[in-house]
């Protein structure tokens, strides 16, 4: 008979902890690692991940509350609450909380291979390891995604709503 995962909301596994907490919720030994879900809580005013591309899964991002900026590529979108953003493999993207109140995100990764990145980022800091660009980039560069360095693909000033 095929199990049924229940994962409670005190449950699944935190693999990052500070102003972007994230909590891995299916780690894809449940979906035969065709799927990974994370749920990412975000601090006011903060930051996300430096922007990258991924080129072996998709990542979808469902906005839970608050409001979370995307930045893709040049662009960027305010997102609120009951917005779905998916990224396919190749698209420049990062996302970040400007706002006053925390946001959360429902975060899919199809396959499963970057829940991997997270506990990757959690053993290394755990060990006392910095977490400079080049190690960063290191570690993404292991499960075959790249931090975005040309100029026309990052930053930008465009606001959508």
């Known amino acids: 008979m095929t199990q049924v995962a229940l994962t409670g909301p005190a449950g699944g596994e935190i693999a990052?902890?500070?102003p972007v907490r994230l909590r891995i919720l299916e780690d894809g030994s449940t979906t035969g690692h065709r799927l990974g879900i994370a749920e990412i809580t975000i601090a006011p005013h903060t930051q996300g991940p430096p922007q990258h591309r991924h080129a072996a899964h998709d990542e979808g991002f469902y906005v839970v509350s608050g409001t979370v900026r995307f930045t893709v590529g040049a662009d960027s979108y305010d997102a609120a609450p009951g917005t779905l953003v998916m990224v396919p493999p190749g698209?420049?993207?990062?996302?970040?909380?400007?706002a006053e109140h925390e946001a959360v995100l429902v975060n899919t990764f199809t396959p499963d291979l970057y829940v991997q990145y997270f506990r990757d980022l959690r053993d290394m800091i755990a060990g006392g390891q910095a977490m400079t660009p080049a190690v960063v980039a290191g570690?993404?560069?292991?499960?075959?995604t790249e931090p975005v360095t040309d100029?026309?693909?990052?930053?930008g000033?465009?606001?959508?709503?």
């Open 16 to 18: 990052m902890t500070g």
């Open 91 to 98: 698209a420049p993207h990062t996302f970040a909380n400007p």
């Open 139 to 144: 570690v993404m560069a292991r499960y075959q």
């Open 151 to 155: 100029s026309t693909s990052a930053g």
């Open 157 to 161: 000033n465009h606001d959508h709503q």
